[in-house]
């Protein structure tokens, strides 16, 4: 079983829809969840950290659920530029190592 | 301020070759982070440094691979004997101390092996 695992899409959305991206991880000693963002043939970039009582960014929300070992990122109001990959990220505890999944790919359309 | 730079930007190499990839990290970094990514999968730790120490090297696929740094900065990332299931992006990361934050990426490095 992958330590991190997600859907890799693809999710077609529609312009202005609002869209899920759920991740588990296996090992409930992690401590440090993110999300990064990926463009096509680009390096990956921080999109948010998730904290333990879930935190919003704008459109973005980050859920956390450690009883289910659950990650989960709300997107709302989707644009064309959030056309990307999202990587769900761990860092399981106090090592700098941090595991990424495999990735869920975005495309919103016009 | 100047982000993560990895050098070469592209490398074509016949297999059996030697290759050395080269990564800059930002400066006051200390936690320098090697990952390879092949096409449509995901990032690959390979190895981690933490000054000039490698306290994780588990990623390594094969003695094949190796990686120093020096003087607590630049590091360089080398594959002897290139095989073409060498063949990926080599990214390269760094975070600032304590080094439990955000990694900031390079742009990568895009190895083939013919």
């Known amino acids: 079983r992958k330590e991190v695992e997600q859907d890799p899409g693809p999710f077609n959305v529609p312009e202005g829809a609002t869209v899920a991206f759920n991740c588990t991880y296996s090992?409930?000693?992690?401590?440090?969840f993110f999300w990064y963002r990926q463009d096509c043939r680009k390096e990956p970039k921080l999109l948010m950290s998730?904290?333990?009582s879930g935190n919003e960014d704008g459109r973005f929300t980050a859920q956390l659920n450690r009883a289910s070992q659950y990650i989960s990122l709300l997107i709302r109001d989707s644009k064309l530029s959030d056309s990307a990959t999202y990587l769900c990220?761990?860092?399981?505890?106090?090592?700098?190592?941090?595991?990424f999944g495999t990735g869920t790919r975005l495309q919103v359309f016009p | 301020g100047a982000g993560v730079s990895q050098s070469p930007s592209n490398k074509v190499t016949e297999k059996g070759k030697d290759v050395e990839l080269r990564c800059d990290p930002i400066?006051?970094?200390?936690?320098l982070y090697w990952y390879r990514q092949s096409l449509g999968q995901g990032l690959e730790f390979l190895i981690y440094?933490?000054?000039?120490?490698?306290?994780?090297k588990s990623g390594l696929p094969s003695d094949r691979f190796s990686a120093e740094r020096t003087g607590g900065s630049v590091s360089t990332l080398t594959i002897q004997r290139t095989q073409q299931e060498d063949s990926a992006v080599y990214l390269c990361a760094s975070s600032p101390p304590p080094g439990l934050n955000e990694q900031y990426f390079g742009p990568g490095t895009r190895l083939t092996v013919t």
């Open positions: 440094f933490q000054g000039n120490s490698a306290p994780d």
């Open positions: 090992n409930s000693a992690s401590q440090s």
């Open positions: 400066s006051g970094h200390t936690a």
């Open positions: 998730v904290y333990s």
């Open positions: 990220v761990v860092r399981t505890g106090n090592t700098d190592k941090l595991i």
